[in-house]
T-cell receptor, first 112, second 111 residues
Framework: DVKVTQSSRYLVKRTGEKVFLECVQD?????MFWYRQDPGLGLRLIYF???????EKGDIPEGYSVSREKKERFSLILESASTNQTSMYLC???????????FGNGTRLTVT | RKEVEQDPGPFNVPEGATVAFNCTYS??????FFWYRQDCRKEPKLLMS???SGNEDGRFTAQLNRASQYISLLIRDSKLSDSATYLC????????????FGKGTKLSVIP
Protein backbone atom coordinates (compact mmCIF):
# COMPACT_ATOMS: atom_id res chain seq x y z
CA ASP A 1 0.00 0.00 0.00
CA VAL A 2 1.17 3.50 -0.83
CA LYS A 3 1.90 5.60 2.20
CA VAL A 4 1.89 9.38 2.04
CA THR A 5 2.79 10.97 5.34
CA GLN A 6 2.21 14.59 6.29
CA SER A 7 4.27 15.82 9.19
CA SER A 8 1.49 17.43 11.22
CA ARG A 9 -2.20 16.75 11.57
CA TYR A 10 -3.01 20.08 13.21
CA LEU A 11 -0.97 23.27 13.22
CA VAL A 12 -1.61 26.71 14.68
CA LYS A 13 0.59 29.59 13.54
CA ARG A 14 0.61 33.34 13.89
CA THR A 15 0.24 35.84 11.07
CA GLY A 16 3.60 36.60 9.48
CA GLU A 17 5.28 33.37 10.52
CA LYS A 18 7.08 31.21 7.99
CA VAL A 19 5.41 27.81 7.89
CA PHE A 20 6.75 24.52 6.54
CA LEU A 21 4.46 21.63 5.68
CA GLU A 22 6.28 18.41 4.96
CA CYS A 23 5.14 15.44 2.91
CA VAL A 24 6.90 12.13 2.37
CA GLN A 25 5.86 9.21 0.16
CA ASP A 26 7.34 5.74 0.23
CA UNK A 27 6.52 4.40 -3.24
CA UNK A 28 9.13 6.09 -5.42
CA UNK A 29 6.42 8.16 -7.12
CA UNK A 30 7.44 10.69 -9.74
CA UNK A 31 4.65 13.21 -9.25
CA MET A 32 3.74 15.01 -6.06
CA PHE A 33 1.05 17.62 -5.39
CA TRP A 34 -0.12 20.11 -2.81
CA TYR A 35 -3.81 21.01 -2.59
CA ARG A 36 -5.82 23.06 -0.20
CA GLN A 37 -9.46 22.34 0.54
CA ASP A 38 -11.96 24.91 1.73
CA PRO A 39 -15.74 24.60 2.23
CA GLY A 40 -17.62 25.47 -0.94
CA LEU A 41 -14.43 25.73 -3.00
CA GLY A 42 -13.35 22.10 -3.16
CA LEU A 43 -9.77 21.01 -3.67
CA ARG A 44 -7.56 23.55 -5.40
CA LEU A 45 -4.07 22.82 -6.68
CA ILE A 46 -1.32 24.99 -5.22
CA TYR A 47 1.83 23.47 -6.72
CA PHE A 48 2.93 20.19 -8.19
CA UNK A 49 6.20 18.53 -9.05
CA UNK A 50 6.75 15.91 -11.74
CA UNK A 51 10.35 15.18 -10.80
CA UNK A 52 13.10 16.04 -8.33
CA UNK A 53 13.89 19.78 -8.33
CA UNK A 54 11.04 20.40 -10.77
CA UNK A 55 8.00 22.42 -9.77
CA GLU A 56 5.01 23.87 -11.52
CA LYS A 57 2.43 26.37 -10.34
CA GLY A 58 -1.09 25.18 -9.92
CA ASP A 59 -4.22 27.30 -9.77
CA ILE A 60 -3.47 29.25 -6.58
CA PRO A 61 0.32 29.52 -6.03
CA GLU A 62 0.33 33.05 -4.60
CA GLY A 63 1.77 33.20 -1.10
CA TYR A 64 3.27 29.71 -1.34
CA SER A 65 6.49 28.12 -2.51
CA VAL A 66 7.64 24.50 -2.68
CA SER A 67 10.79 22.46 -2.51
CA ARG A 68 11.57 19.01 -3.89
CA GLU A 69 15.20 18.18 -3.19
CA LYS A 70 14.60 14.43 -2.89
CA LYS A 71 12.16 12.27 -4.79
CA GLU A 72 10.25 11.15 -1.71
CA ARG A 73 9.80 14.57 -0.09
CA PHE A 74 7.76 17.57 -1.20
CA SER A 75 7.59 20.59 1.07
CA LEU A 76 5.09 23.44 1.01
CA ILE A 77 6.26 26.76 2.41
CA LEU A 78 4.10 29.67 3.46
CA GLU A 79 6.55 32.55 3.33
CA SER A 80 4.52 34.83 5.58
CA ALA A 81 1.37 33.17 6.85
CA SER A 82 -1.89 35.08 6.61
CA THR A 83 -5.33 34.36 8.03
CA ASN A 84 -6.71 33.58 4.56
CA GLN A 85 -4.31 30.64 4.42
CA THR A 86 -6.23 28.91 7.21
CA SER A 87 -7.27 25.71 5.48
CA MET A 88 -6.90 21.95 5.16
CA TYR A 89 -3.73 21.14 3.21
CA LEU A 90 -3.51 17.84 1.38
CA CYS A 91 -0.41 16.31 -0.13
CA UNK A 92 -0.69 13.61 -2.79
CA UNK A 93 1.56 11.53 -5.01
CA UNK A 94 1.23 9.28 -8.03
CA UNK A 95 3.53 7.15 -10.12
CA UNK A 96 2.78 8.37 -13.66
CA UNK A 97 0.54 10.78 -15.49
CA UNK A 98 -2.50 8.52 -15.90
CA UNK A 99 -2.47 6.93 -12.49
CA UNK A 100 -4.60 8.00 -9.52
CA UNK A 101 -3.50 10.21 -6.65
CA UNK A 102 -2.76 8.85 -3.19
CA PHE A 103 -3.35 11.37 -0.41
CA GLY A 104 -1.81 11.98 2.95
CA ASN A 105 -4.24 12.46 5.82
CA GLY A 106 -4.02 16.23 5.66
CA THR A 107 -2.79 19.11 7.80
CA ARG A 108 -5.38 21.41 9.26
CA LEU A 109 -3.62 24.78 9.51
CA THR A 110 -5.03 27.67 11.49
CA VAL A 111 -3.39 31.09 11.16
CA THR A 112 -4.34 33.55 13.89
CA ARG B 1 -18.10 25.10 -19.60
CA LYS B 2 -16.17 24.79 -16.32
CA GLU B 3 -13.36 22.23 -16.27
CA VAL B 4 -15.25 19.85 -14.01
CA GLU B 5 -18.83 20.20 -12.82
CA GLN B 6 -20.76 18.07 -10.38
CA ASP B 7 -24.21 18.36 -8.89
CA PRO B 8 -23.44 19.27 -5.26
CA GLY B 9 -26.54 17.53 -3.92
CA PRO B 10 -27.20 16.64 -1.22
CA PHE B 11 -28.69 13.35 -2.33
CA ASN B 12 -30.73 11.82 0.48
CA VAL B 13 -31.67 8.24 -0.35
CA PRO B 14 -33.05 5.32 1.65
CA GLU B 15 -31.00 2.21 2.31
CA GLY B 16 -31.18 -0.18 -0.61
CA ALA B 17 -31.80 2.53 -3.20
CA THR B 18 -29.86 2.99 -6.41
CA VAL B 19 -28.31 6.41 -6.88
CA ALA B 20 -26.35 7.94 -9.75
CA PHE B 21 -24.07 10.97 -9.93
CA ASN B 22 -22.88 12.71 -13.05
CA CYS B 23 -19.77 14.75 -13.68
CA THR B 24 -19.18 16.80 -16.83
CA TYR B 25 -15.76 17.88 -18.04
CA SER B 26 -14.47 20.28 -20.67
CA UNK B 27 -11.08 18.85 -21.71
CA UNK B 28 -11.88 16.49 -24.59
CA UNK B 29 -8.28 15.17 -24.58
CA UNK B 30 -8.61 13.67 -21.08
CA UNK B 31 -7.77 9.96 -21.03
CA UNK B 32 -8.20 8.79 -17.46
CA PHE B 33 -10.77 9.71 -14.86
CA PHE B 34 -11.29 8.90 -11.22
CA TRP B 35 -13.95 8.83 -8.55
CA TYR B 36 -12.90 9.51 -4.99
CA ARG B 37 -14.83 9.21 -1.77
CA GLN B 38 -14.27 11.67 1.05
CA ASP B 39 -15.60 11.29 4.57
CA CYS B 40 -16.07 14.33 6.78
CA ARG B 41 -12.70 15.86 7.82
CA LYS B 42 -10.75 13.05 6.18
CA GLU B 43 -8.61 12.85 3.06
CA PRO B 44 -10.10 11.73 -0.29
CA LYS B 45 -9.71 8.02 -1.00
CA LEU B 46 -9.74 6.42 -4.43
CA LEU B 47 -12.99 4.65 -5.20
CA MET B 48 -12.63 3.82 -8.89
CA SER B 49 -10.46 4.57 -11.91
CA UNK B 50 -12.08 4.91 -15.34
CA UNK B 51 -9.73 4.42 -18.28
CA UNK B 52 -12.06 3.31 -21.05
CA SER B 53 -15.81 3.10 -21.40
CA GLY B 54 -16.45 2.00 -17.86
CA ASN B 55 -15.58 0.01 -14.80
CA GLU B 56 -17.52 -2.08 -12.29
CA ASP B 57 -16.57 -3.03 -8.75
CA GLY B 58 -19.26 -4.76 -6.72
CA ARG B 59 -22.12 -2.34 -6.12
CA PHE B 60 -20.29 0.50 -7.87
CA THR B 61 -20.26 1.17 -11.61
CA ALA B 62 -18.48 4.04 -13.30
CA GLN B 63 -19.18 4.91 -16.91
CA LEU B 64 -17.51 7.26 -19.34
CA ASN B 65 -19.26 8.97 -22.24
CA ARG B 66 -16.58 10.67 -24.31
CA ALA B 67 -18.98 12.05 -26.92
CA SER B 68 -20.95 13.98 -24.31
CA GLN B 69 -17.95 14.46 -22.02
CA TYR B 70 -19.31 13.13 -18.80
CA ILE B 71 -18.59 10.37 -16.34
CA SER B 72 -21.12 8.82 -14.04
CA LEU B 73 -21.05 6.82 -10.83
CA LEU B 74 -23.84 4.39 -10.02
CA ILE B 75 -24.25 2.93 -6.55
CA ARG B 76 -26.63 0.01 -6.18
CA ASP B 77 -28.18 -1.27 -2.94
CA SER B 78 -27.00 1.77 -0.96
CA LYS B 79 -25.64 1.16 2.53
CA LEU B 80 -25.49 3.57 5.45
CA SER B 81 -21.70 3.40 5.14
CA ASP B 82 -21.91 4.86 1.62
CA SER B 83 -22.76 8.25 3.14
CA ALA B 84 -19.92 10.53 2.08
CA THR B 85 -18.96 13.14 -0.50
CA TYR B 86 -18.05 11.76 -3.93
CA LEU B 87 -15.50 13.66 -5.99
CA CYS B 88 -14.85 13.23 -9.68
CA UNK B 89 -11.35 13.94 -10.94
CA UNK B 90 -10.28 14.82 -14.47
CA UNK B 91 -6.79 15.41 -15.94
CA UNK B 92 -6.12 18.98 -17.00
CA UNK B 93 -3.31 21.24 -18.06
CA UNK B 94 -0.50 20.62 -20.54
CA UNK B 95 0.59 16.98 -20.52
CA UNK B 96 -2.31 16.15 -18.22
CA UNK B 97 -0.02 16.33 -15.18
CA UNK B 98 -2.62 18.24 -13.25
CA UNK B 99 -5.78 16.72 -11.91
CA UNK B 100 -8.82 18.90 -11.41
CA PHE B 101 -11.37 17.93 -8.79
CA GLY B 102 -15.06 18.54 -8.94
CA LYS B 103 -16.50 20.16 -5.83
CA GLY B 104 -18.16 16.92 -4.85
CA THR B 105 -21.62 15.44 -4.49
CA LYS B 106 -22.81 14.77 -0.97
CA LEU B 107 -24.68 11.52 -0.40
CA SER B 108 -26.64 10.68 2.74
CA VAL B 109 -28.10 7.19 3.00
CA ILE B 110 -30.98 7.15 5.44
CA PRO B 111 -32.17 4.12 7.45
Amino acid sequence: DVKVTQSSRYLVKRTGEKVFLECVQDMDHENMFWYRQDPGLGLRLIYFSYDVKMKEKGDIPEGYSVSREKKERFSLILESASTNQTSMYLCASRSWSNSPLHFGNGTRLTVT
Amino acid sequence: RKEVEQDPGPFNVPEGATVAFNCTYSNSASQSFFWYRQDCRKEPKLLMSVYSSGNEDGRFTAQLNRASQYISLLIRDSKLSDSATYLCVVPSGAGSYQLTFGKGTKLSVIP
